[in-house]
């Protein structure tokens, strides 16, 4: 079954220790924290507090997404509050001391592309990451539409998984809703991570159940 995360970027932050408990009740399988250092996308969301106070109370998976630039420099910071941590590869020259700094920590280390980069920039990393991400509108802000093309790059990346005979997972990032949940699972993704569609809804539970396109 697919797995649904939680992107907390649009919860109540006057009510954090109840938002994460209501989406952990809901039944999401991870949360996944939107770090932003208004450089490498132009807005500036939250850091290490954040984090590690939601990991305190957190029963699920942590994946810290981080868009920022020089990833390399920071991602240290974050390792004990992470299960997971995820940076992009536009943001960094460094991508395989990225990978060594994680992996060293005993922690999953995922890359993240944007929607206009190719996903073969990342094969040459394929055997050494836990979960690809793809954004599905360009990062920055939550509440976007999703785009469409993202599908057929899900698709690739299920394809180079198969060909490189690597087995990292497949998340997609951005957008995502009712609406689009059950394209973007048929196009071969493992994680939906939702932020709005949960956040904006009136009943957490009815709609990660809905994320995951169960009947009933
Ligand atoms: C975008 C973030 C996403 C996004 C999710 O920069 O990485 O995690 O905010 O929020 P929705 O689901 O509202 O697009
Ligand atoms: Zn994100």
Redesign the pocket.
Known sequence: MVKISA?I??CNFLHLEEEVCAVLNAGIDAL?L?I?DGHF?PNLSFGLPIVRAVHKISSVPIYS?L?VTNPETLIEKFLPYSDYIIFHIEATDKPEFCIDIITAANKKAGVSLNPNTPIEKISFLLDRIDDVLI?S????????K?IPESLNRIKRVRELRTETRTNFTVSV?????PANCQAVIEAGADML??????FKSNDYTQTVRQLRCLKY
Do not use: N, Y
């Not at 509108?137 to 976007?144: A, E």
């Not at 990032?173 to 809703?177: F, H, K, Q, T, V």
């Open positions: 992107s970027l649009d996944h939107d932003m996308v997404h868009m954004m509108v360009f990062p920055g802000l939550g509440g976007q999703f990032d951005g957008g995502i809703c991570i939702a932020g709005s569609a949960i």
